[in-house]
């Protein structure tokens, strides 16, 4: 008995297969309802999918999407548009279901509700990653939609002080969305050469 060739057998490493194994294979079964909901037969399914999965992984190789549904299923549904424009012929019928399909991409769908639920959890939990003052200040400037002199006056503190918290807070934000640490980054602080030396 021969053993396997060891390239064949060798898992996959990369974080772009990762990506795809964890976030896009589990949505099998949601793109399969999607294609069949939009008329599709069970034999071209098949096709159908691998040829979105092959233009997710194209796209995904540009840089990864914070939400994999969203993406994946805006793929799928503009894989069908191509599709119906490559075509020769036309039917009435198929140009009334991409005309409901790009009218439905305006409305909230299943998934998309989902994908906004678990952004909005994710925000939240990187709100809680702030420091304290730092979260007031952000909720207060940004959620709350204060300006920066009211955020002063209600906290008692520099407007300067609510510019710079701000900033820091929503750069950590940012990069808590991003997959990020979340963590406040401040910089590095530059000491003047003549208060160094008296």
């Known amino acids: 008995m021969s053993l396997p060739d060891e390239s064949a057998s060798t898992l996959v490493t990369t974080a772009l297969d990762e990506w795809f194994i964890a976030h896009v294979l589990p949505l099998e079964g949601l793109i399969h309802a999607f294609l069949r909901r939009h008329g599709h ?3 071209e399914i098949p096709d159908l999918r691998q040829e979105a999965y092959t ?3 194209e796209a995904a190789r540009r840089g990864l999407p914070s939400q994999a549904k969203p993406f994946v299923m805006t793929t799928v549904r503009n894989l069908l548009i191509d599709r119906i424009r490559r075509s020769r012929i036309v039917s009435i019928e198929a140009m009334a279901d991409v005309e409901q399909a790009v009218m439905q991409s305006d409305e909230v769908t299943p998934e998309r509700h989902l994908g906004a639920r678990d ?6 939990q990187g709100l809680q990653k702030l420091p304290a003052k730092c979260r007031q ?5 940004k959620i709350y939609g204060l300006s ?6 209600r ?4 407007e300067d002080t609510v510019e710079r918290q701000t900033l820091l807070g929503m750069r950590a934000l940012a ?3 991003l997959g990020g640490t979340g963590k406040i ?14």
């Open 148 to 153: 920066q002199r009211e955020v002063a006056s």
């Open 175 to 177: 990069d808590f969305m």
């Open 41 to 43: 037969e069970d034999s």
């Open 137 to 141: 200040i952000v909720e207060l400037r």
């Open 119 to 124: 952004e909005l959890r994710r925000l939240q």
């Open 185 to 198: 980054q401040r910089p590095a602080r530059r000491f003047n050469k003549e208060r160094s030396h008296p």
């Open 55 to 57: 233009r997710i992984y």
């Open 155 to 158: 906290l008692g503190i520099a």
